[in-house]
């Protein structure tokens, strides 16, 4: 098993601000994955972030709007980039597969206005 | 890509079992079938995880026929806080991370 901190948890930004999540596992993990869950939707993953190269983004989002960082193999921190209403969302960190059983951190609630 | 189908809600009076039904018609043959919880305001639970005929866990059963084209997600005696989205998920192809719509289970006292 594994333990996520995600902070913050919830935060009101004005729109065309930034925003970083951060992400902390308390253990040491290769692949870390990043997802979005707007209101009442599933979950759709954003990207997947390894340590020492680049994340990996799925199609429909590009790393201008959402830089990822992955220092160690403990920690990510995920950018939502110049915010419109429209990022209005959970993000969620997790790690391991989902299809192989992921752990989730309690999301960080963000409201763009 | 083993897209799942979930009915998007159900209803279920406490103590009773609730089963709720997942296709995957384009399952890999390597591809397991895992079922996450999801509570408001919190990510997604590892619930259970099965390939073929049954899984009992502390927590539900999962049954998966022979062809392994859907599965059921059995809840033993609901109770009110077993209200929550249950999603299906069927990896397909390498690195396939997809959850489905879900099932909103809302339990009634």
Same mark, same amino acid.
């Given at each position: 098993?594994?333990?996520?901190?995600q *902070?913050?948890?919830?935060?009101?930004?004005?729109r065309?601000t930034?925003?970083?999540?951060?992400?902390?596992?308390?253990?040491?993990?290769t692949m870390?994955?990043?997802?979005?869950?707007?209101p009442?939707?599933s979950?759709?993953?954003?990207?997947t972030?390894?340590?020492?190269?680049?994340?990996?983004?799925?199609?429909?989002?590009?790393?201008? *709007?959402?830089?990822i960082s992955?220092?160690n193999l403990?920690?990510?921190t995920?950018?939502v980039?110049?915010?419109s209403? +429209?990022?209005?969302?959970?993000y969620?960190c997790? %790690?391991?597969?989902?299809? +192989?059983?992921?752990?989730?951190g309690?999301?960080?609630?963000?409201?763009v %206005? | 890509?083993? *897209?799942?189908t979930?009915?998007?809600?159900?209803?279920?009076?406490?103590?009773? +079992?609730?089963?709720?039904?997942?296709s995957?018609?384009?399952?890999?043959?390597?591809?397991?079938?895992?079922?996450y919880?999801?509570f408001p305001?919190?990510?997604p639970?590892?619930?259970?995880?099965?390939?073929?005929t049954? %899984?009992t866990?502390e927590?539900a059963?999962?049954?998966i026929?022979?062809d392994? *084209?859907?599965?059921?997600l059995?809840?033993?005696?609901v109770?009110?806080?077993?209200?929550a989205?249950?999603?299906c998920?069927a990896k397909?192809g390498?690195n396939?991370?997809?959850?489905?719509?879900?099932?909103?289970l809302? %339990?009634?006292?």
């Open positions: 098993s594994a333990v996520i901190s *902070k913050p948890s919830r935060d009101i930004c004005q065309g930034s925003l970083t999540i951060q992400c902390q596992v308390d253990s040491q993990v870390m994955f990043w997802y979005r869950q707007q009442g939707q979950l759709t993953l954003i990207a972030a390894n340590q020492g190269s680049e994340a990996t983004y799925e199609s429909g989002f590009v790393i201008d *709007k959402f830089p992955r220092p403990t920690f990510s995920l950018t980039s110049n915010m209403p +429209e990022d209005s969302s959970i969620l997790s %790690v391991g597969r989902p299809a +192989e059983g992921a752990f989730f309690q999301g960080t609630r963000l409201t %206005v | 890509l083993a *897209k799942t979930q009915p998007i809600s159900m209803d279920s009076y406490e103590g009773q +079992e609730v089963n709720i039904t997942c995957h018609n384009n399952i890999a043959t390597n591809d397991y079938i895992t079922w919880q999801q305001s919190q990510g639970r590892f619930i259970i995880q099965g390939y073929k049954k %899984v866990n927590v059963s999962l049954f026929p022979a392994r *084209k859907s599965s059921t059995s809840l033993p005696r109770s009110l806080s077993d209200t989205v249950y999603y998920l397909g390498a396939n991370l997809f959850f489905g719509t879900g099932t909103r809302t %339990v009634i006292p």
